[in-house]
């Protein structure tokens, strides 16, 4: 006969967990949210926190309805009595945009001129010094106005953040880094305006403003997202049918993804040092080889993705033959503004960054391998042709041939084929 004490511990429910760890969303009459004023009858300290938090509402395209729901979200935080400002919002001329601002207070914006045209900007110092407990923050990927205090938007709202001030924020799919080739190939696009991912891995929460692609199409064809000549073209474009499904699909595995690594945090009862004691003792590790190609950019995207799904630690490593390789003056220039903007984007997909010298390009590949135990290295197509492979061994040959314990990836360069 078996005893009650002996029975397996049934896995919580997710009604369970959002009671036990406090993140069922309140009612308005029930308290104060993250960021909200603090309460007077509790008596105790009142001093704002250390750090504000991010909330992030994200979307497959522009027109779902992001900035709405952001401006409705400050309106009904200062309902409940939060000191909440508008840093920056952008209407795009939409009149149901305009309305909802309402009485929100508006942060006047920075003047800037640059090359005798005076535009606009997010004024940051005003709103630290105006210190509120929420500002909303349109356009999260925006590219500020050379002479703004940061190159980017996202690079102010960390300054809010740091300062103590939550903001709300919103963000189209198409501006992650780390999806900038897969969105290209979707659209034909490419994205000038990005973001580094681990902003919204970071971000405190993310809300999917959802939104299927023919009810898209139908605000586009009736003049609410843009005018009318506008719209027809992004009909036949950017707006095909084909097209927002397949952003809106990576929009809904991001969130999924982000709120997947939300729960298990909270099923393994870890916080920051936790999840990172976790991520070094991963059994997977990946390792991308770049150089100067461009090439290059497309491989550490492939890696980043792979060393998501597999939820590993990602390195980037780079070989510097020895001695130098006799080129051309500005070819070398060339090349070294090329390498330096590679490093930059495997800085801001979060890979840790390795440069090493050595004539042997795949022999020092390896040995970063074995002594770094990578389990999956991702590599470019050789860019010699088939004679020249047989003659010299392509880089890629030789790390075949080479003992590294490692899955390769040769990842076919598209621009080349085409």
Do not use: C
């Amino acid at each position: 006969m078996s005893s009650d004490r002996t029975r397996e511990p049934e896995r919580p429910t997710p009604e369970e967990l959002l009671d036990r760890f406090q993140l069922r969303d309140a009612p308005a009459e029930s308290g104060p949210l993250p960021g909200d004023a603090p309460s007077d009858e509790v008596g105790g300290d009142t001093r704002r926190p250390q750090r504000g938090r991010l909330r992030v509402y994200l979307g497959m395209a522009a027109g779902v309805g992001k900035t709405y729901a952001m401006l409705n979200e400050g309106r009904r935080r200062k309902a409940r009595g939060t000191d909440v400002v508008i840093g920056y919002v952008e209407s795009h001329g939409r009149s149901i945009t305009e309305q909802q601002i309402g009485d929100l207070e508006v942060v006047p914006r920075q003047r800037i001129t640059y090359k005798g045209v005076t535009l606009e900007e997010m004024d940051l110092d005003a709103i630290i010094a105006r210190h509120p407990q929420v500002a909303l923050v349109d356009e999260l990927a925006h590219t500020n106005v050379p002479g703004a205090r940061h190159l980017k938007r996202y690079e102010d709202v960390e300054d809010l953040v740091a300062a103590g001030i939550t903001v709300i924020t919103t963000l189209n799919i198409q501006h992650l880094e780390g999806l900038n080739d897969i969105v290209e190939a979707i659209t034909g696009v490419r994205q000038r305006e990005t973001l580094p991912d681990r902003i919204l891995d970071e971000a405190d929460e993310v809300e999917l403003v959802d939104i299927a692609p023919d009810a898209l199409r139908a605000r586009l064809r009736h003049g609410n997202v843009y005018p009318q000549e506008r719209a027809q073209r992004a009909l036949s474009n950017y707006f095909s049918q084909s097209n927002l499904t397949a952003l809106r699909e990576l929009a809904l595995r991001r969130t999924a993804e982000k709120t997947e690594s939300q729960l298990e945090r909270l099923m393994r009862g870890q916080d920051g040092e936790g999840e990172r004691a976790w991520a070094t003792t991963a059994t997977e590790r990946v390792m991308v080889a770049f150089d100067a190609r461009p090439h290059a950019s497309e491989l550490l995207r492939v890696g980043w993705r792979l060393a998501r799904g597999l939820k590993a630690p990602l390195i980037a490593v780079t070989v510097d033959p020895s001695p130098p390789l006799r080129t051309p003056a500005d070819a070398n220039n060339a090349d070294q503004r090329a390498l330096q903007d590679h490093l930059r984007l495997a800085q801001d997909l979060g890979a840790e960054v390795v440069h090493v010298h050595g004539r042997d390009v795949a022999a020092e590949l390896a040995r970063v391998a074995r002594e770094r135990h990578v389990t999956q290295i991702v590599v470019g197509q050789p860019s010699r042709g088939r004679w020249q492979e047989l003659l010299r061994r392509s880089v890629v040959n030789r790390l075949l041939r080479l003992s590294t314990g490692a899955d390769i990836h040769v990842v076919q360069d598209r621009a080349a084929v085409e």
